[in-house]
């Protein structure tokens, strides 16, 4: 078992930046390749970003890419999502969740993930 719980989210003017934060405990968290979702009120949720188990890749979904960037610190067991030039379309809950896979084809799809967290809220007022 991984538990994950993140944290960071909060309300911020469009153009402003946020930072999340995903810290895992349970099963070695450096053999997971790790991914933060998002899912706004009405909508499906959405691949954000991920990261592979040594944080040599990194993947982004084509709305935030530019913007967004995800990182981990296997050290720490955490990993970080730092989001700038926000909108107002980013408003959502945003997921960490952590996979087993390496094959970075399964990243942007939640149903490879074994583990979530709770979610955290990110508001962006226009």
């Known amino acids: 078992q991984v538990q994950l719980v993140e944290s960071g989210g909060g309300l911020v003017q469009a153009g402003g930046s946020l930072s999340l934060s995903c810290a895992a405990s349970g099963r070695p968290f450096s053999r997971h390749a790790m991914g933060w979702f998002r899912q706004a009120p009405g909508k499906e949720r959405e691949f954000v970003a991920a990261?592979?188990?040594?944080?040599?890749?990194?993947y982004y979904a084509n709305s935030v890419k530019g913007r967004f960037t995800i990182s981990r610190d296997n050290a720490k067991n955490t990993v970080y999502l730092q989001m700038n030039s926000l909108k107002p379309e980013d408003t959502a809950v945003y997921y960490c969740?952590?996979?087993?896979?390496?094959?970075?084809?399964?990243?942007?799809?939640?149903?490879?993930?074994?583990?979530w967290g709770q979610g955290t809220q990110v508001t962006v007022s226009s």
């Open positions: 990261i592979s188990s040594s944080g040599g890749s990194t």
């Open positions: 969740a952590a996979t087993p896979r390496t094959a970075s084809t399964y990243y942007v799809t939640g149903a490879s993930y074994n583990y």
